[in-house]
């Protein structure tokens, strides 16, 4: 019983001191600050008639994720994205959906395809949806309401509250 117990701890000691040098506990243990920005900056909504869910939308204020690539003053841009019931070209942004920031309509929106790094970082993404990077004008605005749209639904509004700096 003792030589058992000799060797359970030797083992055990080899299992945990492999890991014990600082460089294996950090990349167990480094928290994943881009996705926890992300995850913050994430708001969601279901499109629902007749008591059945026809679609879930979601948008990501990048500005806040990604501010010194997504700088307030070239854009509001937003990750948006939509699970939905109606077929869903791959290539372009559909007629059928429609997005407006505080009444403003977008610049550009862009699809973001599965091998793209935005689509692998940002929360949310489902292997069933389409994933579009829309970008709005400048705007000094402390709070923003989306409205996503798809047709023949009534559309949903996601609010996003930009941060206050900090002194």
């Not at 460089?23 to 007749?50: H, M, W």
């Not at 309509?105 to 389409?130: A, F, I, K």
Request: aromatic share 14%.
């Amino acid at each position: 019983m003792k030589r058992f117990l000799f060797f359970t701890a030797v083992g055990m000691a080899l299992v945990f001191g492999g890991c014990s040098s600082k460089s294996c506990k950090e990349g167990i243990l480094q928290p994943d600050t881009i996705y926890e920005k992300a995850l913050v900056n994430t708001r969601e909504a279901q499109v629902v008639r007749s008591l059945e869910t026809k679609a879930s939308v979601s948008a990501t204020l990048l500005n806040e994720v990604f501010p010194n690539r997504y700088r307030y003053d070239k854009g509001v841009y937003l990750f948006v994205g939509a699970i939905t019931d109606r077929k869903v070209p791959d290539e372009k942004f559909p007629d059928f959906f429609h997005l407006k920031l505080n009444g403003m309509d977008p610049v550009s929106v862009e699809p973001v395809h599965r091998d793209n790094e935005l689509y692998t970082l940002m929360p949310s993404v489902n292997r069933w949806g389409r994933y579009y990077v829309a970008v709005f004008p400048p705007s000094k605005a402390k709070s923003f309401k989306l409205t996503f749209g798809i047709d023949p639904y009534d559309p949903v509004v996601l609010t996003f509250q930009r941060p206050t700096p900090r002194r």
